[in-house]
């Protein structure tokens, strides 16, 4: 998914070049590009929300809780938690209706079905829950809450002394 929300960034970015292009060399302008913009912008936004649930990469406060006392970390983890999970399970059954109700409607210019920029948004949003449900058990495990990736960690500093005192030689092992 982080790959993917990485793909509709680039496409979100190239959107209004192409855009400038048509109009200015072409001179034809792309019909529906904000529409389309508008689109994969809801699209990023709900690609990556179960993402940034899991990594814990949303705002927190951290700093705050972590002089409370033991006890208190714990229910406010559980509690932080399982309102998370039932805050996005309420927005997914808010979006699942609206999707519901507008199930032939369509946007004015490139005819996109709203059923399609609800699905993204019910998605994102359902397994935002899940995933937050998930952190529930975690915390009244006493787990880490959240999950990490190798690509996420800083690169290992060079140990500039060891670089200094023993360059590597310019020929190689000859």
């Given amino acids: 998914m982080r790959r993917f929300g990485l793909a509709l960034l680039i496409v979100l970015i190239l959107l209004p ?9 072409v001179h034809r302008p792309f019909i529906g590009a904000e529409e389309l913009a508008r689109f994969i912008l809801i699209c990023v936004v709900f690609v990556t929300l179960p993402y940034v649930v899991s990594s814990g990469a949303s705002i927190r406060m951290e700093e705050i809780i972590s002089v409370l006392p033991r006890r208190v970390q714990w229910l406010l983890r559980v509690l932080i938690t399982a309102t998370a999970a039932a805050a996005f399970g309420v927005a997914a059954y808010s979006v699942a209706v609206a999707t519901l109700r507008n199930l032939h409607n369509a946007t004015p210019t490139l005819g996109i079905p709203y059923w399609v920029f609800f699905s993204t948004a019910f998605f994102g949003l359902l ?14 495990r ?20 060891r670089v200094l005192l023993h360059p ?3 020929g190689g092992d000859a």
Avoid at 142 to 161: C, K, T
């Fill in 127 to 140: 397994f935002s829950s899940v995933e937050s449900a998930v952190q529930v058990v975690k915390a009244f």
């Fill in 142 to 161: 006493n787990r880490s809450l959240y999950v990490s990736f190798a690509e996420e960690q800083p690169p290992e500093e060079p140990d500039l002394e």
């Fill in 168 to 170: 590597p030689s310019a």
């Fill in 17 to 25: 070049s192409l855009q400038v292009f048509l109009r200015t060399i």
